[in-house]
């Protein structure tokens, strides 16, 4: 086969990190086929750089440069053109922004419909005429995506359950592949210092609405008053909705710390009372899993995604609930040494069901599928 996988968003974080993992694997596992790799023009070196450091074994690899961004009218017409002159055998489009009029072969990944569930302008930093507007492209080409792949790759069972409702398409064609966590956060990275935020329960993640901070900030100011040097740190891009929540939220106890590194964030996750995770939708959890794996103690949103990555080992809290939750942070902090013995090594042993090696095979094993071909 000749494989396609549009890596445009390569160093974007979410669907960057769901690429290139997906990428290095699958050139570590598959000798036989042969990959296209589409990149932006700006980042193809780099890209080469880190390709060319990991151990790979296949080397029937193409790389081609493109000038073309998500979400715009060039990757609807001169993309799939682009596309169309390589004659692939099938194309991997790992994020839901498919050129409509591309019509060979291809498989699409849908991480969630939070969309659905948040259409409002207050979800974007654009005006509310055109905010209205980008909703109707996206549920266009989210649809026609959907209708026209050869088969939809998702990242849970709450996730298919979605696009089986709210995008009518047939569970048949649906395959759940479970994401996994980057290695590269390892107990042993505790090289960073964290002495000097005390005590502290830790959120990672952007700060969308969705994400459920503003309840989280009210459930922590209603226990910290009764404990002395207690924290919130909140890990993420400091986007528009980071901002306008720090402004918000002028605080000593409230730490927005911005992007952290792989070591940075091993320390935090390794140090902290636990991860909250609040909230209202998520397609899979990643810094649930991350947390379990560095055995930290998680206390969440009770969600179906959570649900299902973490079962019955993490905590769980009623996400549109302010009391409910700050009693289960209070609780934890009453009871951390009692709930970090009876649940850390089950955790820890849930993450061993993920893994980007066996995400890798399944997605290749779907490719095959796909196209016929029998081993």
């Known amino acids: 086969m000749v494989i396609g996988i549009d890596a ?23 000798e036989l086929n042969e990959y296209v790799i589409f990149v932006q023009k700006k980042e193809e070196k780099e890209i080469k750089d880190q390709i060319s450091k990991f151990k790979i074994k296949n080397l029937k690899l193409k790389i081609i440069a493109v000038d073309i961004k998500w979400h715009t009218i060039s990757e609807q017409i001169k993309f799939a053109s682009i596309l169309n002159k390589e004659k692939l055998d099938l194309v991997h489009f790992p994020y839901f922004s498919v050129p409509i009029f591309y019509n060979r072969p291809f498989v699409v990944t849908i991480h969630d419909l939070i ?11 654009l005006a509310l005429p055109l905010y209205k507007a980008k909703l109707i492209a996206y549920k ?14 998702t990242v849970s069972n709450s996730t298919k359950a979605e ?56 459930a922590f100011s209603k226990i910290s008053k009764d404990y002395k040097d207690l924290r919130l740190i909140l890990i993420g891009k400091k986007d528009y909705f980071y901002q306008k929540l ?40 990643l810094p649930v899993l991350e947390a379990m794996s560095l055995r930290c103690l998680v206390i969440a949103s009770d969600i179906p995604a959570f649900r299902e990555i973490a079962q019955d080992e993490i905590l769980y809290f009623d996400p549109k609930d302010v009391e409910d939750m700050s009693a289960k942070l209070k609780n934890v902090i009453e009871n951390e040494n009692k709930y970090k013995k009876e649940i850390l090594d089950k955790a820890f042993e849930q993450t061993k069901n993920f893994s ?6 399944e997605t290749l094993k779907t490719y095959e599928e796909v196209l016929g071909i029998k081993k």
């Not at 445009?8 to 598959?30: A, E, H, P």
């Not at 266009?140 to 790759?153: D, E, F, M, S």
């Open 140 to 153: 266009i080409v989210i649809k026609k995506a959907t209708q026209k792949a050869k088969r939809i790759i």
């Open 356 to 361: 980007w090696e066996k995400s890798a095979r």
């Open 115 to 125: 969309v659905h569930h948040f259409p409002t302008g207050k979800a974007s930093t």
């Open 163 to 218: 696009i089986i409702d709210h995008l009518k398409i047939s569970e048949d064609k649906i395959e759940v592949i479970y994401e996994a966590f980057d290695d590269k956060l390892k107990i042993e990275n505790l090289k960073f210092k964290i002495g000097k935020y005390g005590k502290y329960f830790l959120y990672v993640g952007n700060a969308y609405p969705h994400k459920n901070l503003e309840r989280l900030i009210k």
């Open 8 to 30: 445009r968003l390569w160093s974007q974080t979410g669907i960057g990190r769901y690429t290139r993992n997906l990428v290095f694997n699958m050139l570590k596992l598959d």
């Open 246 to 285: 720090e402004k918000e939220n002028k605080s000593d106890r409230i730490v927005f710390f911005g992007n952290a590194t792989d070591d940075e964030l091993s320390s935090f996750y390794s140090n902290a009372i636990a991860l909250v995770a609040p909230s209202l939708m998520e397609g899979f959890g």
